[in-house]
């Protein structure tokens, strides 16, 4: 069965524009969460969505917004970027309740 | 202070050693992930535990729920185990939502 699927892998933007990441989960599930890898702050949390809804959301500023499909499918988007917005984007799909399963990320570097 | 905490942050060890690495947590959780990344960034989820012990070929991990503790253990260490290794809790209420992060043991398995 496939796994995770990130896309694109790797992206590069100019401050100020804005950026969509998409993240296709493993079939069958319905929840999607995405997280921001930075060297300085490693792992964080950004939100999750179990079929359609929002379900929890981290500590990031509104310029971070996700959505997820009817098919599971999710995107984040990220607005007016900065320089500090330079990371690895993951994201990971579970059934709902605590497991997690990982794609191979994206990252992104703002200029 | 971390609400996750993991030691060593760096390991380096020969070929054929006996590899321990711990994490501490101090909130209460449902489960508890130890993931593995290599460099390119993808995660795998190697085990997730709420209890006991699990076992996977080389790889064992335990959890003390009452010492909010667990350990990861790599019997027969080989240079493609070199990584970095991550600890994470899901709070209770399930979801891969809000998992919290561990800063991460970087190992080199040296030949």
């Known amino acids: 069965k496939a796994g995770v699927t990130q896309t694109p892998r790797y992206l590069i933007k100019t401050r100020g524009q804005q950026v969509t990441l998409s993240c296709s989960p493993i079939s069958g599930h319905r929840s999607v969460s995405w997280y921001q890898q930075t060297p300085g702050q490693g792992l964080q949390f950004l939100f999750e969505y179990f079929s359609e809804t929002q379900r929890n959301k981290g500590n990031f500023p509104g310029r971070f917004s996700g959505r997820q499909f009817s098919n599971s499918r999710s995107e984040m988007n990220v607005s007016t970027l900065e320089l500090g917005d330079s990371a690895l984007y993951l994201c990971a799909s579970g059934r709902g309740g605590a497991e997690a399963f990982f794609g191979q990320g994206t990252r992104l570097t703002v200029v | 202070k971390n609400e996750v905490e993991q030691s060593p942050q760096n390991l380096t060890a020969q070929e054929g050693e006996f590899i321990t690495i711990n994490c501490s947590y101090s909130?209460?959780?449902?489960?508890l992930h130890w993931l593995q990344q290599h460099p390119g960034g993808g995660i795998v989820s190697l085990f997730m535990l709420s209890s006991g012990k699990k076992k996977h070929g080389r790889l064992i991990a335990t959890i003390n729920i009452q010492e909010k503790h667990s350990s990861l253990h790599i019997t027969a260490s080989h240079p493609r185990d070199s990584a970095v290794y991550i600890c994470?809790?899901?709070?209770?209420?399930?979801?891969?939502?809000?998992?919290?992060f561990g800063k991460g043991t970087h190992l080199i398995i040296q030949p």
């Open positions: 909130v209460g959780i449902s489960a």
């Open positions: 994470a809790v899901s709070r209770p209420g399930g979801g891969a939502d809000g998992l919290t």
